[in-house]
């Protein structure tokens, strides 16, 4: 999948998102290092707290399925800024992919583009309990 295609499946999973609370979508794609893609939006609920991110639908969707290779990720949102990961999303991603890139694109289609020791330094990862 080319980059601008991994942008194209983040934006799509714009329309999947379940956000009756916050009326903010975001969606996301997730490329492995052996180019599978996995998507992802955000999944509120009416108790809150169990709301999952975009982020983590895709990477719960790819460690399930067998894959923990990451390479890079698109999240997609339709504000103004551009959607970057929160604090949990940073470090489940951590977990699996130290050197991420992180692309951030906001409504207009716009892309910020960030690594993940720059979102989240001197990070805490499984190293520290081997
Ligand atoms: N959200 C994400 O899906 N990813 C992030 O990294 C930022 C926040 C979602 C969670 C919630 O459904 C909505 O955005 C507002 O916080």
């Known amino acids: 999948m080319t980059r601008e295609e991994l942008k194209a499946a983040a934006v799509a999973m714009l329309d999947r998102a379940y ?3 916050s009326h903010f979508p975001v969606g996301a794609a997730l490329e ?3 180019g599978t893609v996995f998507t992802g939006c955000n ?16 990477v719960s969707k ?8 990451f390479v890079r990720i698109v999240i997609a949102g339709r504000s103004e ?7 949990v999303c940073r470090q489940v ?5 130290p050197d991420l ?13 960030f690594t993940l020791p720059e979102l989240l330094p001197h ?7 081997l």
């Open 101 to 113: 890139e992180i692309i951030c694109l906001n409504g207009a289609g716009e892309e910020r583009v």
């Open 19 to 21: 956000v009756p609370y």
């Open 123 to 129: 990070s805490f990862g499984p190293e520290y309990l």
């Open 93 to 97: 991603l951590r977990e699996f992919a």
């Open 43 to 58: 999944i509120e609920n009416a108790s809150y707290t169990p709301t999952i991110c975009a982020e983590r639908t895709a």
């Open 62 to 69: 790819a460690v399930s399925e067998g894959h923990r290779d």
């Open 81 to 87: 800024d551009f959607c970057v990961p929160c604090g």
């Open 32 to 34: 492995c290092s052996d």
